[in-house]
């Protein structure tokens, strides 16, 4: 059974940093390209950044861009979200999903299979 799970939210100052993991079971991340999604509070949720399943494309939110790295360990099994600079604005539910894809990723939320439960990140000013 396919299942992911998000770890590494928590409560950080504004100009802090974090750094999301995205754990896979029940499968091997190697054939999918992975997203990060989040959704603040009476928001809809919005795509931050995937990464293909190799690792060599990512696309990344303009919001967050600059600020936020996606990377991938396929012998891990895991994918990461390192966020800087942290912003007030930062603050939602974090979620990794996956998409069997072969190349490239395209930051489109119906396109994800298989959701993690969320992560929270909460960003103080």
């Known amino acids: 059974q396919l299942r992911l799970v998000e770890s590494g939210g928590g409560l950080v100052q504004s100009g802090g940093s974090l750094r999301l993991s995205c754990a896979a079971s029940?499968?091997?991340?190697?054939?999918?390209?992975i997203g990060w999604f989040r959704q603040a509070p009476g928001k809809e949720r919005e795509g931050v950044s995937c990464?293909?399943?190799?690792?060599?494309?990512?696309n990344t939110a303009d919001s967050v861009k600059g600020r936020f790295t996606i990377s991938r360990d396929n012998v891990k099994n895991t994918v990461y979200l390192k966020m800087n600079s942290l912003k007030a604005e930062d603050t939602a539910i974090y979620y990794c999903a996956a998409q069997r894809r072969s190349r490239g990723c395209v930051l489109t939320e119906a396109d994800f299979d298989s959701w993690g439960q969320g992560t929270q990140v909460l960003v103080s000013s």
């Open positions: 029940g499968f091997t991340l190697d054939t999918y390209a």
């Open positions: 990464i293909s399943s190799g690792g060599t494309t990512t």
